[in-house]
């Protein structure tokens, strides 16, 4: 093969890499970019003893990709406050990996800071957002929102609700 055609032949290959390469890695930023209808509650309530919340986008298909943000969906019960979340780094013994969406019963000082984080409650996310193993008989509110870690004093606080009800 002569050395035009070799050289015609690997940029041909080149082009066709790269444009795979483009494509392949924008598919991936698209599916991990936040979806606020993801976060926007359409219903909620309690259902043989499990706090649901119904969203319009859909649920769970947002998933934070920078480390330090938590994104949540949580319930104001009667036994207190739980969280389905997921983040990038591990303090959860239901799930192996985080991102995975999992629960945790939180306490929030006046600042919407967490001071207490425990492993109540069992996340399931299929088509709406659950919180299972509560023991609550009651929803008084239901809130989505990005928690982040503060640098200036450490803590993990609310950065933005999207959405709560009532």
Do not use: R
């Amino acid at each position: 093969m002569n050395s035009k055609k070799l050289f015609t032949l690997a940029l041909a290959t080149f082009i066709v890499t790269s444009a795979i390469l483009v494509v392949g890695t924008n598919n991936v930023l698209a599916q991990s970019k936040l979806n606020e209808a993801d976060f926007k509650i359409k219903d909620f309530g309690i259902k043989d003893g499990k706090p649901w919340l119904t969203v319009e986008g859909k649920a769970g298909a947002s998933k934070p990709t920078n480390a330090s943000q938590i994104y949540a969906y949580a319930f104001v019960t009667d036994k207190g406050i739980f969280a389905v979340v997921s983040h990038g780094f591990n303090d959860s013994s239901e799930v192996t990996n985080n991102t995975q969406w999992h629960a945790h019963g939180v306490t929030l000082d006046s600042k919407n800071c967490v001071t207490k984080l425990d492993d109540n409650g069992k996340a399931e996310v299929n088509g709406e957002i659950k919180a299972a193993n509560t023991n609550a008989t009651k929803v008084d509110k239901v809130m989505t929102a990005i928690l982040g870690l503060d640098n200036a004093n450490g803590k993990v606080c609310v950065e933005k609700v999207f959405d709560s009800k009532p």
